[in-house]
């Protein structure tokens, strides 16, 4: 059976809130590690979250 093209990442904030989203990635297209700007709301302001590993 074929591997998937796409996985679940987490993308944890780099405001050390421990707040983080989870989204998909393709691995095809995107061969480096996820980094987005979106809103933490424990932090009240938009921070950077970078792709960590789901547990």
């Known amino acids: ?7 679940k990442v987490k ?3 780099t405001a050390d ?3 983080f ?3 998909k990635k393709n ?3 995107m061969t480096e590690k996820m980094v987005k700007k979106k809103y933490d709301p ?3 302001k938009h921070v950077e979250f970078r ?3 789901i547990k």
């Open 1 to 7: 059976m074929a591997k998937a093209v796409t996985i």
């Open 11 to 13: 993308l944890l904030s």
């Open 17 to 19: 809130t421990g707040f």
């Open 21 to 23: 989203y989870v989204t």
């Open 27 to 29: 691995t095809r297209n």
């Open 42 to 44: 424990i932090a009240k």
């Open 51 to 53: 792709e960590a590993k």
